[in-house]
């Protein structure tokens, strides 16, 4: 082989590492990205922790973050993306519902019963709830009657108007009061359609609590800009009844 030809196979061969090399990053890459569009998609990113209307407020991305994250845990992973709590934006997303009207068996959008609320706010973020109160009670992975071992999140059930000693009315727990032993939830009541009731307080709630109940949430959540953001203050229910 001339000295002419073996230095063309080297660079031939130069080449083909490189191209290999360059192949294998570009894959490695493209795995990554998929692995990052597969976590997205999986999640349901919708975080009605909104900031369009404070952006039109401040024009400053600087302030709106600030805004957004102060005083809440979150997370940034390696593409800088912020992940913020789901619990959080699942709390957001029931709250949006307020004054939303009772009708019995609905499941939303436009009204809602009990357990029809609950489920359609858990499916939002991808956590399909059985169809019933009673069901949504039996198959919590975890359930207790200790308020002391509530989380924001938790279901909350009730003894319904039938008389039964059986659960007939569920709510979303939405704020925990440790040093009270006390919590608020909210829930599509018959009086009132959704608004969120102090526990304990009314009797008509104390004499038929039935227990907690648990569904495991992902822990975080892909934080993106949506529609708007809520920062009214919560209706609280003045009346008792479902």
């Not at 009207?101 to 399909?128: A, E, L, M, R, W």
């Not at 989380?151 to 000693?165: A, P, T």
């Not at 949430?217 to 953001?229: A, G, M, Q, V, W």
Request: charged share 20%.
């Amino acid at each position: 082989m001339s000295k002419k030809c073996y230095l063309c196979a080297m660079v031939m061969s130069q080449i083909k590492k490189c191209l290999l090399l360059i192949f294998c990053m570009t894959f490695s890459l493209f795995v990554q990205a998929q692995e990052l569009d597969s976590l997205i998609f999986n999640t349901i990113v919708t975080d009605l922790h909104t900031v369009d209307s404070l952006y039109a407020e401040h024009n400053d991305t600087a302030v709106v973050d600030s805004i957004i994250l102060a005083e809440r845990p979150y997370r940034i992973d390696t593409l800088g993306s912020y992940w913020l709590p789901l619990v959080d934006s699942l709390i957001c997303y029931a709250e949006s519902y307020y004054g939303c009207p009772y009708h019995y068996g609905s499941k939303g959008p436009n009204s809602f019963d009990c357990s029809g609320f609950t489920g359609f706010v858990f499916s939002h973020f991808g956590i399909q709830l059985p169809s019933s109160s009673t069901y949504q009670f039996k198959e919590a992975p975890f359930t207790t009657e200790c308020i002391d071992s509530v989380r924001q999140g938790d279901l909350i059930f009730f003894m319904g108007r039938n008389g039964r000693k059986s659960v007939g009315h569920v709510g979303i727990v939405i704020d925990v009061d440790t040093a009270n032993h006390a919590c608020r939830f909210i829930h599509a009541a018959t009086h009132g359609g959704v608004i969120a009731t102090k526990f304990p307080s009314y009797a008509y709630y104390n004499q038929r609590f039935m227990g907690f109940g648990r569904y495991e949430l992902p822990e975080f959540l892909l934080y993106y800009k949506t529609e708007k953001i809520y920062l009214d203050e919560t209706i609280e229910n003045t009346s008792d009844g479902e």
